[in-house]
T-cell receptor, first 111, second 113 residues
Framework: DADVTQTPRNRITKTGKRIMLECSQT?????MYWYRQDPGLGLRLIYY???????NKGEISDGYSVSRQAQAKFSLSLESAIPNQTALYFC??????????FGQGTRLTVV | QKEVEQNSGPLSVPEGAIASLNCTYS??????FFWYRQYSGKSPELIMF????GDKEDGRFTAQLNKASQYVSLLIRDSQPSDSATYLC?????????????FGQGTILTVHP
């Protein structure tokens, strides 16, 4: 089993719908991150969390929200999806002295 | 100013040559620096990390860090076609944003036979 698991792997949704992307990890890390990837723009940070009670906005948090349900679970919600949120989304985890470990990504298409 | 900047490329080198990838960052208090490789449609995978000024070598890869110039680079020696990928520089913040991990936009590298 993967250390960082994202569900779903692919999703097509309609404009205006609410959608949740889920991430779970078995590495025991405190830090979790959500990134968005668009061609030519690298990975842009949406939100990050350093423990269950800690949530921080990244550079592109508008239109997104997150929930850290447990140390191992960090979900990303799009309250009302719009077409320019079509992208590849990655969840990652790390500890204070480790690199980031990534999930396999969720390809989201908003039509 | 972007927090982490890379030349987006594409960078094209012949097989066997040295590929040089560069990254600058804006937060002088940044603590840790990472280079990731990403193949199309796949997750990023770590190549190297560096914390201290100077060079760090691992096989064909050398990371170089200059905190005074806020600059980190990755050299790939004896480049192979399998090295063709997007290379992402990542910087871990210090100070009030300690631990925040920010990526550059990536450099596309093509190694041609």
């Amino acid at each position: 089993d993967a250390d960082v698991t994202q569900t779903p792997r692919n999703r097509i949704t309609k404009t205006g719908k609410r959608i949740m992307l889920e991430c779970s990890q078995t590495k025991g890390h405190d830090r979790m991150y959500w990134y968005r990837q668009d061609p030519g723009l690298g990975l842009r940070l949406i939100y990050y969390s350093f423990d269950v009670k800690d949530i921080n906005k990244g550079e592109i948090s508008d239109g997104y929200s997150v929930s850290r349900q447990a140390q191992a679970k960090f979900s990303l919600s799009l309250e009302s999806a719009i077409p320019n949120q079509t992208a590849l989304y990655f969840c990652a985890t790390s500890d204070w002295n480790t690199e980031a470990f990534f999930g396999q990504g969720t390809r989201l298409t908003v039509v | 100013q972007k927090e982490v900047e890379q030349n987006s490329g594409p960078l094209s080198v012949p097989e066997g040559a040295i590929a040089s990838l560069n990254c600058t960052y804006s937060d002088r208090g940044s603590q840790s620096f990472f280079w990731y490789r990403q193949y199309s449609g796949k997750s990023p995978e770590l190549i190297m990390f560096i914390y201290s000024n100077g060079d760090k070598e691992d096989g064909r890869f050398t990371a170089q860090l200059n905190k005074a110039s806020q600059y980190v680079s990755l050299l790939i020696r004896d480049s192979q076609p399998s090295d063709s990928a997007t290379y992402l520089c990542a910087v871990q913040a210090g100070g009030t944003s300690y631990g925040k991990l920010t990526f550059g936009q990536g450099t596309i590298l093509t190694v041609h036979p």
